[in-house]
């Protein structure tokens, strides 16, 4: 039998839906993953054989193995948070998500808790960690609702860039948006590539102006579908997702065999009726 190539252990851990590959690097850092029962560093290398475990807990070979790159357009509501467990009881995005039978779930990029709209979810955790990566500059789009209106001397500003404090931001592009003006609220169509943390309403606020309202309408070349409810979502089709992982420099995957398999398979009711 031939022995599978070792892989970066980041990776293994994304395929197996444990976290993106940003968040398994950090546990690795923190010696929460041991390979064979030592504790590995930041690029070790692994195969699926190898007995891995995050924090105590063994990590299944099979869920190691890169399953068919799934990817879900979701519609994040107001109120629901961008994380697996809440301390506060709130409800989370993943509590709205489909069951997943190999891997997990990872989030895109995260949405704040006051902000809603689009957010791709994928099992993929190279995918994930490539889209949110700013080396692929990934255009994200935002519907923002601010109380006040921008002078053209602000709308410069935010155009040619502001200091924050975690360095300088800016908008790519941002155009009023007239016609959806209600009152002393203005709307405006922003959009940017990076997905730093708060990073559209403290562009707004380095201006002197609050954000009351935000939605993100697009994510790179996918827009927020308008017959997508709150709280639902919608799976890619197998091309959509070659589509995607091209873009970011990621082989395309062979159409998936969606047929069902023998464990899979759940002998229906009878649909006659009793009498």
Not at 62 to 82: I, N, W
Not at 120 to 143: F, Q
Request: hydrophobic share 30%.
């Amino acid at each position: 039998m031939t022995t599978p190539p070792k892989e970066r252990i980041q990776k293994l851990l994304a395929q197996a839906g444990i976290a993106s590959r940003r968040e398994a690097e950090r546990l690795i850092e923190a010696g929460h993953v041991k390979v064979n029962g030592r504790v590995v560093s930041l690029g070790d290398r692994a195969t699926p054989q190898d007995r891995i475990e995050v924090d105590g807990r063994p990590v299944k070979a099979s869920r190691m193995e890169q399953a068919p790159t799934q990817v879900l357009l979701y519609h994040k509501p107001e109120g629901v948070v961008c994380s697996r467990k809440d301390d506060k009881g709130r409800a989370t995005i993943f509590e709205q998500l489909p069951p997943l039978h190999q891997g997990r779930w990872i989030n895109v990029g995260r949405l704040d808790v006051n902000t809603s709209g689009l957010l791709l979810v994928t099992n993929n955790g190279e995918l994930a960690n490539r889209l949110m990566h700013p080396r692929y500059e990934v255009v994200r789009e935002y519907a923002v609702r601010v109380f006040g209106e921008l002078t053209p001397e602000q709308l410069k500003q935010l155009r040619e860039g502001v200091a924050l404090e975690d360095g300088p931001a800016r908008f790519d592009r941002i155009t009023p948006m007239p016609g959806e003006s209600e009152g002393r609220n203005h709307w405006y169509k922003v959009s940017l590539k990076e997905g730093r943390n708060r990073e559209v309403r403290r562009l707004f606020e380095a201006v002197g102006l609050t954000v009351n309202r935000l939605i993100r309408t697009r994510y790179g070349e996918f827009t927020l579908p308008r017959n997508l409810r709150r709280g639902k979502t919608q799976p890619l089709s197998w091309r959509q997702v070659n589509q995607l992982l091209r873009s970011v420099g990621l082989p395309e995957e062979p159409r998936p065999d969606l047929r069902p398999t023998k464990a899979d398979r759940v002998k229906k009711p009878s649909a006659r009726k009793r009498r």
